[in-house]
């Protein structure tokens, strides 16, 4: 099989709804070290960081809404700034991978996702240009 590893994944096909930071962001601890040290990325080595989001699909049970964000960085991601009067602030991630596993207390498949870069969602272009699909972003 040609797909070993992590399965790259768009923003938009992973969350078509967006989704909202509702927690900090956190060191991923290392569960495999024998002392509290920061989890690094096994391909990259580089740090990795963890953030609770809410998927804004309105179809979701309440239990599926959150998930955790594991984000590959340097330093530590900072939350975009959160909407007027309220504690949620709308994110998009770049460089999105989910990893399959099964979940070793129920032996059911589940997603680890993962990312590069967190940032501010960019604005909705609501110009067209003469060709018709310039500035428009793919959507998978």
Do not use: N
Not at 28 to 43: E, G, N, Y
Not at 56 to 84: F, M, R, Y
Request: net charge positive.
């Amino acid at each position: 099989m040609a797909l070993q590893g992590p399965i790259p994944i768009s923003f938009t096909l992973l969350f078509p709804h967006g989704c909202y930071v509702v927690g900090e962001v956190q060191a991923a601890k290392d569960f495999d070290a024998k002392r509290d040290t920061q989890a690094k990325d096994k391909l990259t080595g580089l740090p990795v960081w963890q953030v609770p989001v809410m998927d804004a699909d309105p179809s979701l049970k309440a239990a599926q809404k959150t998930v955790t964000v594991k984000i590959l960085a340097e330093v530590q991601p900072v939350v975009p700034p959160s909407l007027p009067g309220l504690p949620i602030a709308p994110v998009e991630f770049d460089g999105l991978e989910v990893k399959p596993y099964v979940q070793q207390a129920t032996g059911r498949l589940a997603y680890s996702i993962s990312a590069r870069v967190m940032r501010a969602p960019r604005p909705q272009s609501t110009k067209t240009t003469g060709s018709g699909s310039a500035g428009k972003e793919a959507a998978a």
